[in-house]
């Protein structure tokens, strides 16, 4: 476009005046001269004008890579500080440990010799403790033979229980049977001041004076003497029974001068005329009785009433079975 424009030019001028073919032959090559300097740096000035846009890129890139530069410097050298702070932290750790090193050093010999001792009290305290532990076995072995032992004399001992218990329980048998029998035997007479009962393991068959007795007498009247032999016909029959035969009186004195010298003599009398009649040809072994004189000194009551003294004259029977064999068992 600018090229066009020029030639235009220059025939404008050449037909404004009048110039000759050879000046102007000098012109065109003079203007073709120019133009090509004129298109050279056109060239060059798109060459320069490209290598200025790529220098101001690099400038870009340079600065971009400088600030970053900067940074990683601000940042290292922030870096830097604080390795100079831990490295001082390190000197002064070192330090101090240099000076707990260079302690120990000088106290190892007194820490040697403590550690020494304290390892020789170790050692007494396990051997001490390893004697004590052999001792203690010993016992241990020793009380496990006490308690085998102890054991088989418990085993025997339930074995004797139970067996004691059977005996027991086979004693309870016999005397409800023998109560039975008893009361069977003596029916006739209950009213008349006989009652037959069963308390604390025995039988006990009550008589009042007015069935065996007159007021102060020692001899059995003949309805007393009657259900006396009946019952030794029971008890004759039952050898395993053990008998006793207890007097009782009133807390009425006896007159000075009588044969009897007080209740207690009236009581052995009275359980001793029962005993014969017992015995008389009943055939029952004198070895099972027993004769006891209460005299008043075991009343059924204490009132001092008529009827409490009446109650009080009585001659009990008490029939309990043989425990020699129960108290074998418990001897064992």
């Not at 600018?2 to 000759?20: D, E, H, Q, T």
């Not at 020793?142 to 308690?147: A, K, S, W």
């Not at 009550?206 to 009657?226: A, H, I, N, R, W």
Request: proline share 2%; glycine share 6%.
């Amino acid at each position: 476009m600018m090229k066009r424009i020029f030639y235009i030019a220059i025939g404008l001028a050449l037909l404004g005046s009048c110039v000759p073919a050879s000046e102007f032959t000098q012109l065109s090559d003079k203007s073709n001269s120019l133009q090509g300097e004129r298109d050279d740096l056109m060239a060059e000035n798109e060459h320069l004008t490209v290598e200025n846009r790529e220098m101001r890129a690099k400038i870009d890139q340079v600065e971009e890579q400088q600030q970053k530069n900067i940074e990683d410097s601000i940042r290292i050298h922030k870096r830097v500080e604080d390795l100079e702070k831990e490295i001082a932290q390190l000197d002064r750790k070192y330090a101090d440990l240099q000076s707990t090193h260079d302690a120990l050093l000088r106290g190892n010999a007194r820490e040697t010799r403590r550690l020494l001792n304290e390892l020789q009290t170790t050692q007494e305290d396990l051997t001490t403790k390893e004697r004590l532990l052999r001792e203690l076995e010993a016992n241990v072995a020793g009380q496990r033979q006490d308690v085998n032992r102890l054991q088989a004399e418990l085993e025997a001992r339930n074995a004797r229980l139970m067996e004691m218990e059977e005996m027991l329980y086979q004693k309870d048998r016999i005397l409800d049977d023998l109560r039975e029998k008893v009361a069977e035997a003596l029916m006739g007479f209950e009213g008349q001041g006989l009652t037959v009962t069963r308390k604390n393991g025995k039988v006990y068959v009550s008589l009042d004076e007015k069935l065996l007795f007159k007021s102060g007498s020692t001899v059995v009247d003949p309805t007393g003497v009657q259900a006396l032999r009946q019952l030794a016909q029971v008890l004759a029959r039952n050898p395993e029974i053990n008998i006793m035969i207890e007097g009782h009186t009133d807390d009425v004195p006896f007159r000075k001068g009588s044969s009897i010298k007080d209740n207690w003599d009236l009581s052995v009398m009275r359980a001793t005329s029962i005993v014969r009649i017992l015995l008389d040809g009943s055939g029952i072994d004198p070895i099972r009785l027993t004769v006891a004189g209460r005299g008043e000194f075991l009343p059924v009551d204490s009132a001092k009433t008529t009827e409490a003294r009446r109650k009080n004259r009585r001659t009990e029977i008490i029939l309990s079975p043989d425990l020699s064999e129960v108290f074998r068992i418990l001897e064992l």
